[in-house]
């Protein structure tokens, strides 16, 4: 059984103690120590790393009461050193007492139970009883998390009996009968919990709502503690700098800015789509004019597959006669017509694109397909154009 002190602690980074097993597994090299305060996978709450005699530790998992220490090798000593890698515990310490008091908020502001935790490396969540929180809601629960926290409520934690725990009002009832240790945020709540917590709700610093949405009858809410919000803060401060300096306005503008600018670019965007409507039907009848007898063909160096499409979709409009453009800006080729031939494009396609490395596919009048490389596209399309004029040829 190995003694675990982040029980006792969580303030603990250093310490001396002895190696009691060392094991080799398939998936790598544990170590089982007299005494350790890595707190392991559980509860919601990521294991600690740092390391044993210099060596990093990689993983902490439990099982029944040892507690498995995943390294990069074994260390040759019996007696070793150990250190926490004290910004990640911290971290996590931040984050994990946070959600106690969110969790708290959430309960007593709206009747929300948590109902499941999860801390993840860039954020944290947790699942409420709510199917739905409006912004007014969630307002309300940042603001109040947050007061709570500069009222500086003691955290504390210690293991009860079974009658010791029956006479508090706990959150919910834990599953276990005995060794059953309660976090406790004075003045807010018991909880039964084996996690590593700060000592008061000021050493969580802030908690910030991120976003809310649904999550199978519930509401999940995104948010982080701490450092965490801090560095959430900065980045989004050095976003609006940037957009700042991009518009050249002050950021109490920007949104202005930004609305005025999409506005000029939905102009510009209609202006644009005018005129390549405009060019594609010059083009349109530049193909018509100088077509071969029995295919009009072409091959463009820039135009998008859409381009092709509405390009073809005017030449079949305005002729018989099969039409096959090609795109080296894409490595795509459309093949149509208006249905006054028995050629089905999609069944042409689909039936020699495979000699060409081409995907594609498509109806009985249109049908386009994309190549790994220009050579293979252009290989299909040589490929296509002499079978169409053969085709014809027969008629």
């Not at 009002?169 to 909880?191: A, G, H």
């Not at 940037?242 to 503008?253: A, C, P, R």
């Not at 405009?278 to 820039?302: M, P, T, W």
Request: aromatic residues 8%.
């Amino acid at each position: 059984m190995t003694s675990k002190l982040y029980y006792d602690s969580a303030y603990l980074t250093e310490w001396q103690t002895g190696i009691s097993q060392r094991l080799e597994r398939d998936d790598g090299y544990y170590v089982i120590l007299e005494e350790t305060a890595f707190y392991p996978h559980g509860g919601g709450q990521p294991c600690d790393e740092g390391w044993i005699n210099g060596i990093p530790v990689l993983d902490v998992i439990i099982e029944g009461e040892k507690v498995l220490h995943k390294l990069e090798r074994l260390p040759e000593e019996t007696e070793v050193n150990c250190r926490i890698d004290w910004n990640r515990r911290f971290d996590h310490m931040q984050q994990h007492s946070g959600q106690h008091l969110l969790s708290a908020v959430c309960r007593n502001l709206y009747q929300a139970m948590t109902v499941s935790f999860h801390l993840g490396s860039d954020y944290a969540t947790i699942d409420v009883e709510q199917p739905e929180l409006n912004p007014v809601q969630l307002a309300s629960i940042e603001q109040e998390v947050n007061r709570q926290i500069y009222l500086n409520h003691s955290i504390v934690s210690y293991f009860v009996t079974g009658e010791e725990m029956a006479q508090l009002q706990l959150v919910k009832q834990p599953k276990v009968t005995e060794n059953i240790r309660i976090v406790e945020i004075k003045d807010v709540e018991y909880n039964a919990c084996g996690g590593t917590h700060v000592s008061s709700t000021g050493e969580i610093g802030i908690i910030k709502l991120l976003k809310a949405d649904k999550q199978k009858g519930n509401t999940r809410l995104y948010f982080k503690c701490g450092t965490r919000a801090l560095e959430e803060f900065n980045e989004s401060l050095r976003i609006l700098g940037v957009l700042s300096t991009k518009f050249n306005t002050g950021k109490d503008e920007i949104i202005d800015r930004i609305e005025k600018w999409e506005h000029e670019q939905k102009q510009l965007q209609a202006e644009l789509t005018l005129l390549k409507e405009k060019n594609d039907g010059y083009v349109a009848q530049e193909l018509l004019s100088n077509h071969e007898d029995r295919l009009i063909s072409h091959i463009f160096e820039d135009k998008s597959l859409k381009d092709l499409q509405n390009l073809a979709g005017k030449l079949t409009a305005e002729s018989h006669l099969p039409v096959l453009l090609a795109t080296a800006a894409e490595n795509k080729i459309v093949l149509a017509h208006n249905g006054s031939t028995d050629l089905s494009c999609g069944s042409f396609f689909k039936n020699h694109l495979g000699s060409f490395n081409g995907k594609g596919g498509g109806s009985d009048k249109l049908a386009q397909a994309g190549f790994p490389t220009w050579e293979d596209a252009v290989a299909f399309y040589e490929f296509t154009r002499q079978s169409q004029l053969e085709i014809g040829a027969m008629k």
